[in-house]
């Protein structure tokens, strides 16, 4: 079976890169705007998603430019991202059960962040097991 290139990606997985985008985005977000009340915890969390966010542009635009990227590429960087994610995720969990008594803006920034790290999570373990082809 060929390899999908350039806007065939898009076709094949519509909206899963976008999503991967958004998702890491808003934990981004959220994450850098709250207190970061628990830096050690929340560091990870800061580091996979701004890591994630910027390889997944990167290969966004590899595939656009039609770039011959090769199934390992791909494979290997989204299994590292879903691990990457895992890790964040649990973490912030973690961070949001710790702060479940203290100021409730910033539990309810984490809350959201958990939410959408969880899903981040989902859509890059999707992407390591059925890789656009």
Not at 102 to 126: K, R
């Amino acid at each position: 079976m060929a390899r999908s290139s350039g806007r065939e990606t898009f076709t094949k997985c519509p909206c899963l890169f976008i999503l991967e985008l958004v998702f890491g985005g808003l934990v981004w977000i959220l994450v850098a705007s709250s207190l970061v009340p628990l830096p050690l915890l929340q560091g990870w969390v800061m580091f996979a998603s701004v890591f994630c966010f910027t390889g997944t542009t990167v290969l966004v635009f590899l595939y656009m430019c039609d770039a011959d990227c090769g199934d390992t590429l791909d494979r290997v960087y989204h299994w590292m991202a879903f691990l990457f994610y895992l890790c964040a995720f649990i973490l912030e969990v973690w961070a949001t059960i710790i702060l479940e008594h203290g100021d409730y803006f910033t539990y309810l920034e984490n809350v959201f962040a958990t939410v959408f790290s969880c899903l981040a999570t989902l859509l890059y373990m999707y992407h390591a097991f059925c890789p656009c082809y």
